[in-house]
Structure formats: C-alpha cells, structure tokens
C-alpha cells in the first residue's frame, strides 16, 4: 500500500489520539502530505495539510487549535495528534499525498484505506 493508517479507535469525548500514516517512499518524496475525514452521510472534508519541510500547515476552520500535524521524514511518516476530541469528530480518516492546493482547496493525489476514529459522548 502507498499509504496506511494507523492509530484510529474508540476515545471518550475530551480525550486524544494520534493518527499516524506509513507511507510509500515514492508517495512521501511527493511533498504534500495531509488528512482528510469523513463522516457518516457527510462529504469528505479537508482536516490538515503540511509541506515537505514541516512548513506551510494548514488546517480545516472546524480544528479551531485542538489537531496538530507534524511528519518525519526519516521515517516517511505523518501524524495527526488530535486533542479534545468532540463527538462529532466520529468519522473515517484518511492519509494522503501529492496533489495540489487550487484555490485554497487541497486535491491529493493519493489515499489511504481510511482508519475508523469513534467519540463518544
């Protein structure tokens, strides 16, 4: 697989889990590397973006300080340290790479299996 997730699971609301994603080394040389999530009966929707260097972050407005995403490059990994989680957080998160940023919109270039993040309340 170019990308793999790991780390999703069960969490009670308040508390914290860190996604973290393998990738391919052709995958990861492409730059770009983020998180996207979706929920149930709900689109897709942009979480966190970072550059080759660990610069130039960029996360979705609903984040509002509690995600960080950080990689390691050695190691071809990106993470997503989530805190504070609220229910409504419960969704799919996928790792993914390349691509662009048109118009402020992130379109990767590859994806992830997904790994299942459930909050309860």
């Known amino acids: 697989a170019q990308l793999e997730e790991f780390g999703g699971g069960l969490v009670q609301a308040g508390g914290s889990l860190r996604l973290s994603c393998q990738a391919s080394?052709?995958?990861?040389?492409?730059?770009?590397m983020g998180w996207f999530r979706q929920a149930p009966g709900k689109e897709r929707e942009f979480v966190a973006s970072?550059?080759?260097?660990?610069?130039?972050?960029k996360y979705g407005d609903f984040v509002e300080g509690r995600f960080t995403i950080s990689r390691d490059n050695a190691k071809n990994m990106v993470y997503l340290q989530m805190n504070n989680l609220k229910s409504e957080d419960t969704a799919v998160f996928y790792c993914?790479?390349?691509?662009?940023?048109?118009?402020?919109?992130?379109?990767?270039?590859?994806w992830g299996q997904g790994t299942q993040v459930t909050v309860s309340s």
């Open positions: 080394e052709r995958t990861f040389s492409s730059g770009l």
């Open positions: 993914v790479s390349g691509g662009l940023f048109r118009s402020g919109t992130y379109y990767p270039a590859n």
């Open positions: 970072i550059g080759w260097a660990g610069g130039h972050r």
